[in-house]
């Protein structure tokens, strides 16, 4: 049975948003249905209409064809006339195809203008049954010929039947662009802030990391505190901090890529992470070469290996194993799998992940995912992906970078 998943309130934004773009497709379907309803019963009575005209142009034109006298001759020829929209087309053995409404140039042979209305007289016939004609023997009353009235939906009609469909789209479409239009506006705005904030951070730990820098010197040279190990330790901390430094730094500017060994920058993040995390928790590096080289921003990169070791060490509590494989793919792609053995992430949520400010821990952020996808992806325009993820088995980050 499916495991209900209790959803922390900072995921509730997630859910809402989800709900809300439900709401507007929900509105929008039931809208167009509506128009396209509401424009299909306008069409049945219009063409209810027509019907009705035709029917009377006929039992005009029966008359007209049966009548001797001419006076009534002009009273019908007043309905035939008034006629002006929906095409009609009828066959005399006299005069042979005839019509009315219908686009046909003036200029063509009698031949070939018949040719033309019997092929459209056929294919009126096959959405409308055509209307027949009587014709009788004015003295005897004795039928000698039927005829035939053809016809089909006035333009007008036809116009109003697409309309609807040729309004929704044109609306469907501005929809979209005015969607691309404010999400990249939106987009724009959150990068400015982002970049912005980091080259900020960057320019204030500056000052005070030189300063400390100076007087590490200072210490250094004091014959107290020399041989007790409190410099060094200082000097691992300040190095820390200009790591950290250079991070926001890089990450507010265009970084320069260069050439690096891959397996390198991962071992010196494993180093790092090692000592500081529970003795518990094993880190093993897989590769088949340790001399691939890709082309990265060093600082960076390592940033985005230690978030997401980070959160496979979050996921796993006190125990378990981080696997790290160096793999080589086709069309000078290498791929770096970082597998935990943690509690995987539920299906719902695998798409939220890299949504700046998605979290699921008491004192995250939500900010680690969304900055490794941005430095992986603008940055080195590789990719960065979940591969795999599993409450059993755990997780698998995929980093897929260029080869140098
Ligand atoms: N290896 C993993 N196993 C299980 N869940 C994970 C894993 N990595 C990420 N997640 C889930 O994705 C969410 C987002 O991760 P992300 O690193 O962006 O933010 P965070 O770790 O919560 O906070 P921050 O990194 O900013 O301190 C996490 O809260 C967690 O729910
Ligand atoms: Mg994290």
């Not at 998605?358 to 900055?371: M, P, V």
């Amino acid at each position: 049975m499916a495991k209900k998943v209790q959803l922390p309130p900072s995921m509730e934004f997630y859910k809402d948003n989800t709900t809300l773009k439900w709401i507007i497709l929900a509105v929008s379907v039931l809208i167009s249905a509506g128009s396209i309803y509401y424009t299909n019963i306008l069409v049945e009575q219009l063409k209810e209409r027509e019907r009705q005209q035709v029917e009377l142009f006929a039992k005009a034109l029966e008359y007209t064809l049966n009548s001797s006298e001419g006076n009534i001759v002009f009273i019908t020829d007043e309905i035939l006339f008034k006629n002006k929209y929906v095409p009609v087309i009828w066959f005399t053995k006299d005069n042979g195809y005839q019509s009315t409404n219908i686009d046909i140039k003036e200029s063509l042979s009698k031949e070939r203008k018949d040719e033309i209305l019997k092929r459209e007289a056929e294919k009126m016939s096959s959405t409308f049954a055509p209307i027949e004609i009587i014709l009788k023997d004015p003295e005897t009353g004795e039928v000698y010929e039927k005829q035939y009235v053809y016809y089909k939906n006035s333009a007008l009609l036809t116009q109003l039947i697409a309309f609807p469909y040729i309004q929704l789209s044109v609306l469907a479409i501005f929809g979209f662009i005015s969607y691309l239009a404010f999400n990249y506006s939106r987009t724009a705005e959150q990068n400015q802030v982002w970049v912005g904030l980091a080259k900020e951070t960057a320019h204030q730990l500056g000052t005070p990391l030189s300063s400390l820098m100076a007087w590490i010197e200072v210490l250094r040279d004091d014959p107290d505190i020399k041989n007790k190990g409190i410099v060094d330790e200082l000097d691992k901390d300040i190095r820390k901090l200009r790591i950290v430094t250079e991070r926001f730094s890089s990450i507010g500017s265009i970084p320069v890529l260069r050439r690096e060994n891959i397996f390198q920058l991962i071992n010196n993040v494993v180093g790092y992470l090692q000592p500081r995390v529970s003795s518990k928790i094993k880190f093993e590096v897989y590769t088949l070469s340790e001399t691939i080289d890709v082309q990265v921003h060093a600082p960076l990169f390592e940033w985005v290996v230690e978030n997401l070791c980070k959160n496979a060490v979050d996921a796993m509590g006190s125990a378990g194993t981080i696997a790290i494989k160096i793999l080589r793919g086709s069309d000078h792609k290498v791929f770096i799998d970082i597998s935990d053995t943690g509690k995987g992430i539920p299906k719902p949520i695998i798409t939220n992940v890299f949504k700046p400010g998605f979290t699921t821990k008491k004192r995250g952020w939500g900010l680690g995912l969304a900055l490794a996808k941005r430095i992986i992806e603008m940055y080195h325009e590789g990719k960065i992906f979940v591969k795999s993820s599993d409450e059993t088995q755990g997780t698998t980050f995929r980093i897929e970078l260029k080869s140098a």
